[in-house]
């Protein structure tokens, strides 16, 4: 009688592969001989995918979470810019209103300045007439005043010459005036003579005299 330990053969089966594999296997034509000759180089190979799948995953985990941390910071740059492109603008606008106020006060500041020269002017132009007025001899008589910038330019008449004299002296000496420029005199005809005068005597005697009133700023 012949015995057969098919329990200790099916154990061992049982400890290599899975029970009823190693059936299907056989049929296939692999045998557990060749699967255990073959486990060190298919243990090779699945350390070798695992390695592949790892070298890809994590890289490319790695990747996303950097794009991840990068797409942050861009949006909250993006954030900032318009934040600043608000300022900007706030900023650009409250320039231009600065610029036209400035504007604005410069031209009151002109006409301000326009009317205190004009308010001086005619303070200065009073009183150098009426210096001048006092001033003029008796014989003497002012024909045209021109009065601009503190510019007089006075022709005046006279039947003698001594008191032209007299009225061109006083404007040159006096401290109001300056720059005095004498244009000379030159005689004229009266429109009517008087009978038993000479001629001579009746000639109008016309002078023009040019100079400048003497400022606060002047010296």
Known sequence: MIKINLLGKRKKL???????????????GIRFDDLERLKPKLTMFGAM??????????????????MAALDMQLSS????????????ASKREIRKNMEQLSKE??????????????????????RSLNDLVVALPEKVWFATVFYAERV????????????INDFVKYVNSSTFYHS??????????????????PDAKQKIKRFEVDFKVRGSGDK
């Open 14 to 28: 049982q400890g290599a592969v899975p029970f009823g594999l190693d059936e299907h296997l056989e049929k296939l």
């Open 49 to 66: 995918l695992a390695l592949a799948y790892i070298a890809y995953f994590i890289p490319n985990y790695l990747h996303q979470e950097k």
């Open 77 to 88: 740059l993006e954030t900032r810019l318009e934040e600043l492109r608000k300022e900007l």
């Open 105 to 126: 006060e410069g031209e009151m500041q002109r006409q301000l300045n326009a009317v205190s020269a004009l308010k001086k002017d005619r303070s200065l132009a009073f």
């Open 152 to 163: 007089i330019r006075l022709t005046g008449k006279s039947w003698e010459y001594f008191p």
């Open 180 to 197: 005095v420029v004498f244009k000379g005199i030159s005689t004229e005809d009266p429109t009517q003579k008087v009978p038993g005068v």
